[in-house]
Nanobody, 132 residues
Framework: QVQLVESGGGLVQPGGSLRLSCAAS????????IGWFRQAPGKEREGVSC????????YDADSVKGRFTISRDNAKNTVYLQMNSLKPEDTAVYYC?????????????????????????WGQGTQVTVSS
């Protein structure tokens, strides 16, 4: 059974850093693409960063380029999202998702629309709040 568990969220001041973890079970990262998504109150869910299991290629949304870094540790079957220089607008619930091959590229995964959410596995989310 595929399961994703996010952790590492919390309250941080603007300019601070957090590292989110997405622990996967029931499958190995080598064959899946993993993405981080976020949803702020009253807004649609948006893709943040995605990484492909087969070759490690990544995609980052323009809003986080240069600040967020996605990485994976296959030995721990875990994907991380290092978030630096956090801004109040980064406040959201952050979710990780696993794609077995529905999307051809990590970019396609990261920009997916709600109609295809059911084609990937989702974690339960972790809250990130950036506030002074």
């Amino acid at each position: 059974q595929v399961q994703l568990v996010e952790s590492g969220g919390g309250l941080v001041q603007p300019g601070g850093s957090l590292r989110l973890s997405c622990a996967a079970s029931g499958f190995t990262l080598d064959y899946y693409a993993i993405g981080w998504f976020r949803q702020a109150p009253g807004k649609e869910r948006e893709g943040v960063s995605c990484i492909r299991g087969s070759d490690g290629s990544t995609y980052d949304a323009d809003s986080v380029k240069g600040r967020f870094t996605i990485s994976r540790d296959n030995a721990k079957n875990t994907v991380y999202l290092q978030m630096n220089s956090l801004k109040p607008e980064d406040t959201a619930v952050y979710y990780c998702a696993a794609d077995e091959g529905w999307f051809e590229t990590v970019q396609a995964m990261c920009v997916m629309t709600p109609i295809v959410y059911e084609n990937v596995y989702w974690g339960q989310g972790t809250q990130v709040t950036v506030s002074s």
